[in-house]
């Protein structure tokens, strides 16, 4: 297909044939609509090497599948992003995080190859050791590079269980103190916190492991059970710590069935037990279909007052960023994810020649702020994130011109490539692909 718009005169740019609405992103793109579109159907495992430790998948492999796959075979990977849809792809050109990302830092520090299309039509292969320049420049380019077609990610033997301690923290401080405290231990295996409000916060942290207490087992994927950010905070409001034991895949797929909390705006009445026992099953609607369903109005009344954000900040700026959040849009709970950032080349390193523990802060929600503005809070917010050398996630809505955009990311390595690489005439610019400010 690159061939063959290549033999027409390259006329216009090319993108992924998958239709916008399918993204777990709720941005829908207006570029599939004017660029030539390359039908990518590659969605199988294609290897498990239980020697190299490795499994290699095409692009559109999900999460679901992935772990349905490897957890019999006793192996799941090292980072297991949280919703069932989620691609390799995405994760990829994207970025992915999770709470074992303390230790193996983001979904694409877990990738040791990529095989891409490029421009010319050639077919690649990229490691730290052949083209690197490549393997450091595709996570965060968002399919501007090049179209990936497979991808080597690292596994790592699966256990049944992950014993999970829950700890109710009080006080901002306290928090941003246990928080960091745990997070660089790497006896976790898992580091999350959940923040209900501006002084209290669930902390937890989750070990692997094959044995369990019978009676402390609890399933909390089964579809009756109760969300589990609302599990979480009763032990805030009990004030007791507690310890459980969740059966591995339930663990890394623990935010489905809620989409995290966002489907309590969809559906208010969904935690309610009656419901849940009745219709739980059902749940969550896929983001795909509501992305299909919405109309325009629905979708512009969305953007204008709902939030769906993932920020990535030093985990020194923790307290600050909290409190900046508080103030420009009050939205809880909040998700706090710890991850290591190595110093690789690429558009996302620390500022300083070493790995640093960041966080990634998301906020999904209504904002509660009274004066909120999509546009006016979300720059502020973007401005503050910077200013600590922070990163936006991609999927999100951004609002940054080109100037701030690539103050915030190193685009070194990404612009040389793509002069290299003939990118220009292929592909646009992540920039114009993924922000508010290009596109309108």
């Given at each position: 297909q690159v061939r063959e718009w290549k033999n027409e005169g390259s006329k216009r740019y090319m993108?992924?044939?998958?239709?916008?609405?399918l993204t777990v992103s709720l941005r829908v793109g207006k570029y599939k609509k004017i660029h030539k579109n390359i039908m990518i159907n590659l969605m199988d495992v294609l290897e498990v090497d239980s020697e190299r430790q490795v499994v290699r998948v095409e692009p559109l492999v999900t999460m679901g599948q992935l772990t349905a796959h490897l957890n019999p075979m006793g192996w799941t990977i090292p980072v297991v992003p949280e919703l069932d849809d989620l691609t390799v792809g995405g994760l990829i050109m994207g970025t992915g995080i999770e709470s074992s990302s303390h230790i193996y830092g983001l979904f694409q520090h877990t990738c040791v190859a990529y095989e891409l299309v490029l421009a010319d039509g050639s077919l690649?292969?990229?490691?730290?050791?052949?083209?690197?320049?490549?393997?450091?420049?595709?996570?965060?380019?968002?399919?501007?590079?090049?179209f990936l077609v497979a991808a080597e990610i690292k596994m790592i033997p699966a256990k049944k269980y992950v014993?999970?301690?829950?700890?109710?923290?009080?006080?901002?401080q306290k928090i941003c103190e246990k928080f960091t405290e745990e997070s660089k231990k790497k006896e976790n295996s898992f580091v999350e916190g959940l923040v209900y409000s501006l002084e209290e916060a669930v902390i937890m942290t989750g070990v692997l492991t094959d044995e369990a207490e019978q009676s402390k087992i609890n399933r909390i994927g089964n579809y009756y059970k109760p969300w589990f950010f609302k599990h979480v905070e009763k032990y805030l409001k009990a004030d007791k710590t507690g310890v459980e034991y969740i059966p591995s895949r339930h663990y890394y797929h623990r935010h489905t069935r809620s989409i995290f909390w966002e489907l309590q705006d969809i559906i208010p009445f969904g935690n309610n037990p009656v419901f849940r026992y009745l219709f739980g099953w059902m749940v969550p609607p896929k983001i795909s279909l509501l992305k299909l369903t919405q109309g325009e109005a629905i979708r512009k009344l969305y953007e204008q007052h709902h939030v769906v954000q993932d920020m990535l900040v030093p985990m020194k700026s923790l307290e600050k960023s909290i409190q900046t959040f508080h103030v420009d849009l009050n939205v809880y709970p909040l998700w706090l994810c710890p991850f290591i950032l190595p110093n690789n080349p690429g558009m996302v390193h620390p500022k300083g020649d070493e790995a640093e523990l960041y966080v990634d802060i998301g906020a999904y929600g209504e904002p509660?702020?009274?004066?909120?503005?999509?546009?006016?809070?979300?720059?502020?917010?973007?401005?503050?994130?910077?200013?600590?050398?922070?990163?936006?996630?991609?999927?999100?809505?951004?609002?940054?011109?080109?100037e701030e955009f690539w103050d915030m990311f190193d685009g070194s390595l990404y612009h040389k490539l793509r002069e290299q690489m003939n990118c220009k005439d292929a592909f646009p610019e992540v920039y114009d692909k993924i922000c508010k400010a290009a596109r309108h």
């Open positions: 993108c992924t044939g998958r239709p916008g609405w690649v292969r990229c490691s730290p050791t052949e083209n690197s320049d490549l393997f450091y420049a595709v996570p965060w380019s968002c399919g501007t590079l090049g014993k999970i301690h829950y700890e109710p923290v009080r006080g901002l509660k702020r009274k004066q909120f503005e999509a546009r006016a809070s979300m720059r502020q917010m973007e401005k503050f994130v910077r200013s600590v050398h922070g990163f936006q996630m991609l999927y999100a809505d951004c609002y940054m011109t080109r």
